[in-house]
C-alpha cells in the first residue's frame, strides 16, 4: 500500500513539475498555431499588397501560417479597433500606418482614448513617400510648375483618404504656403482613387508612391515626389524641393504592431523573424519589382520612436487640421 501510494506521489509531482515547466516556458514553444495578420485597408492597396508579399516569408521564419484579414473602415481604426481589443497572446498582429494611426486619436471630433500605449510594437516595414500625380492626357499640366501656377489660379480637385491623413496635411500646406485653391475629395482606398484619376473624375492624386508605380502606367503622370531625393523607381520625377518647393516632404511609414501587453518573450521572437523577414534579400527584390516599394526595417524601440516622431509632426499642424 505505501509503494502505490509513492508510485502516485511520484506520478502527482511528475505532472505538476512538467506543468509549472510548460508554464514558464511558454514563449519557448511559441507560436505554435496559425497567426492573424489584420489588414487595416482594402485588398489592392499598397498595405495589402505589402503584407501579402511578405507573407511567405513570416511563414518560413515562425513555422506557422499568417492568415490575413483585410478590416477596411474608418481611415484604418476598424481594423486598429479590432487588434486593440485581440486576447494578446501574440496571434494577432496588424499593420499600423501612419499618419492615420496618430491621427485618429489625436483629432477631439472623434473622442477616441485609445494612443500608442494602446499597441505592443515589433517593427517597420516600409516608408512609401507621397507622388502628385495627374490624369497622363490632362494637357494641362507636363510638370509641377504648371500645376501649381494653374492651381493658384483655378480651384483643382485632389485625393485624400481620410481628414489628417498625409496627402490630406499636405494639401492643406500647399494651400497655406503656395497659395494654391486645392479642393479635397476624401477616398475610403486606393482602387477608388486610380480609377477616379484615371477615369479624369478628379484633377490629381497625392498618393503614396507605390499606388503610382502599380498604377496603368499608360494613364497616369507623376510629376513630383514628395521626398528629399528622387525615387530608383521614379528616377525621371523630380522631388518638390528641387522644383522650389521646399518644406512639404511626406512619407507614409507601415509597420508591424500587436495589442498591448503581449508578452516580451513572445515580442522578441516575432521581432527576430520580421527582422530576418524583411531583410531577406528575395524579399527586398520582390518588394521593389511587384511593389515599386524599398522596405526599410526598423526594430520595435526605432518603430515606437518613428511614430512618436509622427505624433508631434501632426501636433505641430493641428491648428491647419481645425484641432
Known amino acids: 500500500?505505501?509503494?502505490?501510494?509513492?508510485?502516485?506521489?511520484?506520478?502527482?509531482?511528475?505532472?505538476?513539475?512538467?506543468?509549472?515547466?510548460?508554464?514558464?516556458?511558454?514563449?519557448?514553444?511559441?507560436?505554435n498555431k496559425p497567426i492573424e495578420l489584420i489588414v487595416p485597408y482594402a485588398p489592392g492597396g499598397g498595405t495589402d499588397l505589402g503584407a501579402r508579399e511578405l507573407e511567405p516569408y513570416i511563414e518560413d521564419e515562425l513555422g506557422v501560417s499568417i492568415e490575413i484579414i483585410n478590416k477596411e473602415g474608418a481611415g484604418g481604426w476598424a481594423g486598429w479597433t479590432d487588434l486593440i481589443n485581440a486576447n494578446p497572446d501574440?496571434?494577432?498582429?496588424?499593420?499600423?500606418?501612419?499618419?492615420?494611426?496618430?491621427?485618429?486619436?489625436?483629432?477631439p471630433e472623434l473622442e477616441r482614448g485609445e494612443d500608442l500605449d494602446s499597441f505592443s510594437y515589433i517593427s517597420n516595414h516600409v516608408s512609401d513617400p507621397?507622388?502628385?500625380?495627374?490624369?497622363?492626357d490632362d494637357d494641362r499640366f507636363e510638370t509641377v510648375e504648371d500645376f501649381i501656377e494653374y492651381a493658384k489660379e483655378n480651384e483643382v480637385?485632389?485625393?485624400?483618404?481620410k481628414v489628417g491623413s498625409s496627402e490630406h496635411v499636405v494639401s492643406l500646406k500647399m494651400n497655406e504656403e503656395l497659395g494654391t485653391n486645392i479642393g479635397i475629395v476624401q477616398y475610403e482606398g486606393v482602387p477608388e482613387i486610380r480609377s477616379d484619376l484615371m477615369s479624369g473624375d478628379i484633377d490629381s492624386s497625392i498618393i503614396a508612391l507605390n499606388a503610382v508605380y502599380n498604377a496603368d502606367k499608360e494613364a497616369i503622370k507623376p510629376l513630383a515626389i514628395f521626398s528629399e531625393e528622387r525615387s530608383e523607381f521614379l528616377p525621371d520625377v523630380p522631388t518638390m524641393e528641387e522644383?522650389?518647393?521646399e518644406g512639404l516632404n511626406a512619407k507614409i511609414?507601415?509597420?508591424?504592431?500587436?495589442?498591448?501587453?503581449?508578452?516580451s518573450e513572445k515580442i522578441s521572437i516575432l521581432?527576430?523573424?520580421?527582422?530576418?523577414?524583411?531583410q531577406n534579400e528575395e524579399h527586398q527584390e520582390s518588394m521593389k519589382k511587384n511593389a515599386g516599394i524599398k522596405p526599410e526595417y526598423q526594430d520595435s524601440e526605432e518603430f515606437r520612436q518613428t511614430l512618436e516622431g509622427e505624433e508631434e509632426k501632426y501636433k505641430e499642424v493641428s491648428d491647419l487640421l481645425g484641432w
Request: glycine fraction near 10%; aromatic fraction near 10%; charged fraction near 10%.
Open 253 to 263: 511609414y507601415r509597420g508591424i504592431g500587436a495589442p498591448a501587453g503581449v508578452d
Open 243 to 245: 522644383s522650389g518647393y
Open 1 to 31: 500500500m505505501k509503494k502505490l501510494l509513492l508510485i502516485n506521489l511520484a506520478a502527482f509531482l511528475a505532472i505538476f513539475l512538467a506543468a509549472c515547466g510548460n508554464e514558464s516556458s511558454g514563449a519557448e514553444s511559441y507560436p
Open 130 to 136: 507621397l507622388v502628385l500625380a495627374v490624369n497622363k
Open 157 to 161: 480637385t485632389t485625393s485624400s483618404q
Open 90 to 107: 501574440g496571434y494577432t498582429l496588424g499593420y499600423l500606418n501612419t499618419p492615420n494611426l496618430t491621427t485618429g486619436y489625436l483629432n
Open 271 to 278: 521581432e527576430e523573424a520580421f527582422k530576418n523577414a524583411i
